[in-house]
């Protein structure tokens, strides 16, 4: 039989939903914990219209489109889904959402500026803080758990953008800080690191492509080419320190291990001035696979940045594959011991027999997993059979003191029945059954990021 070439991000639940539903009164089974009052909120590309689903497209562009559940009193009140639209076109953010300032903000890197988005999802609208953020922000900020303040790492996706831009924002969401980072190719910085003290840039070698960049530009793309950076064996691999608030010129550069880092777990200080910080690797990216992150499977590592001179050390903490690390917020910054994390690998997803697929076979979601970074045990909850997970969310107890006493919040794929779950684990032992499951209306595609936003977070 001849196989037909399709593009595998279109297909199964990478494929994009066709529109807007709004459900009341989710069905549950188990409990609700009465303390979750809030909203699960997630975001990810659903691509429309022959540009964006073509021969091109890549599995991280395509307009935005945000999924939430609302919890409140042990009960889903109501699941709804709804495309992101800033006040222009191009301002359809996909890559994450969260709240700062009292605001949600759809969030994507490269060069587009935040949408906020109602509690309700039903009015958006760009916000830039007031001119701040006008040249574009990061998909990964990070929200520092006692000040509220919001520290990020832009770069855009343009020729000659040879600058980074740190930008901090204060609790109330107005830019506080910003100051130009001269790093010269266009370096894709996903995700950045913070400490108490310091920020820690990632540069590492997936730069800017011309060659795709011209081939958009001329209207003949090739794979992948929707996203035109490429693995580049001529850029180096290093990480740039920091203070907060700081500058050009107090930026220091020390080698990395050569590889790509979409995702930093956490970062923290040590009392010899070093800095610890546990990353999800990859040997490459964009070097053998164009259309997503397949050329290999990841890999957690431990990172120790040296106090004043020497390279980057580099252990491997687990050699189980996991990516979306997530960890307790209130640990930010500071020494941490458990992530939790969605399963990577070739899982029982698959396409149908006549699909020639070329994710390398290797980039599949799948089980639930917390790792313990201090003894490497690794705790995974299985779905069951065609039952996927992406990206956990953590939600302490209220009043809670321990590390992992709290719920893990994550959407589930039901391969067999085509539908999704929001699924409650109690995130000490996550190896037990479910606490509940919210079953969905629809299947959620496969995303990206999203965040737990209690009541308290938000303006009405």
Not at 84 to 89: E, I, K, R, Y
Not at 168 to 177: E, F, R, S
Not at 181 to 205: C, F, K, N, S, Y
Not at 373 to 381: A, C, M
Request: hydrophobic share 40%.
């Amino acid at each position: 039989m001849t196989k037909t070439v399709r593009n595998p991000y279109l297909e199964g639940n990478f494929a994009p939903v066709p529109d807007e539903v709004s459900v009341n009164d989710l069905p549950v089974t188990g409990t609700l914990p009465p303390e979750l009052t809030g909203r699960y909120l997630r975001i990810g590309p659903n691509p429309t219209g022959p540009v964006e689903t073509g021969a091109a497209h890549h599995w991280f562009v395509g307009r935005g489109m945000v999924h939430g559940v609302r919890l409140r009193d042990g009960r889903a009140e109501w699941y709804r889904n709804r495309f992101v639209q800033g006040d222009a076109p191009e301002d359809v953010p996909n890559t994450n959402i969260l709240a700062q300032g009292g605001r949600l903000l759809a969030l994507v890197e490269g060069g587009g500026a935040p949408v906020s988005v109602a509690p309700d999802l039903d009015r958006m609208s760009t916000w830039d803080a007031d001119g701040a953020l006008r040249a574009g922000f990061t998909a990964h900020p990070r929200i520092d758990p006692v000040t509220g303040e919001m520290h990020a790492v832009n770069y855009l996706i343009r020729p000659g953008a040879d600058a980074l831009r740190y930008v901090v924002l204060d609790a109330t969401g107005k830019a506080t800080h910003t100051a130009e980072l001269p790093v010269p190719g266009v370096p894709m910085i996903h995700d950045m690191a913070m400490t108490a003290t310091r920020i820690v840039v990632l540069d590492l070698p997936v730069t800017l492509s011309t060659d795709a960049a011209g081939r958009m530009a001329a209207g003949k793309p090739e794979s992948g080419d929707a996203l035109p950076m490429r693995w580049n064996e001529e850029h180096p691999s290093r990480v740039g320190v920091l203070p907060r608030m700081g500058t050009a010129e107090q930026i220091r550069w020390f080698d990395a291990p050569r590889c790509y880092v979409f995702h930093v777990l956490n970062a923290y200080d040590t009392p010899d001035g070093s800095i610890v910080m546990d990353v999800i690797r990859y040997d490459t990216v964009f070097r053998d696979v164009f259309r997503g992150p397949a050329d290999g499977l990841p890999a957690l590592a431990r990172w120790t940045i040296p106090a004043s001179r020497g390279a980057v050390s580099e252990q491997i903490i687990s050699d189980y594959s996991v990516e979306w690390p997530r960890i307790n917020h209130a640990w930010s910054g500071r020494s941490h011991r458990y992530g939790w994390f969605g399963g990577i690998g070739p899982h029982s997803l698959r396409l149908s027999d006549d699909v020639e697929r070329d994710r390398g076979g290797s980039f599949e979601p799948g089980p639930l997993v917390k790792l313990d970074t201090t003894t490497g045990e690794v705790l995974v909850h299985h779905f069951g059979a065609g039952r996927v997970t992406q990206e956990p969310v953590f939600v302490a107890r209220p009043g809670a003191e321990a590390e992992d006493d709290g719920w893990i919040l994550s959407v589930v794929y039901d391969g067999g029945t085509r539908r999704s779950e929001l699924v409650v684990l109690d995130a000490a032992d996550v190896e037990a059954p479910p606490v509940a499951r919210v079953h969905l209306p629809r299947r959620v595609p496969f995303g990206f990021h999203g965040n737990w936003i209690a009541d308290a977070e938000i303006s009405a």
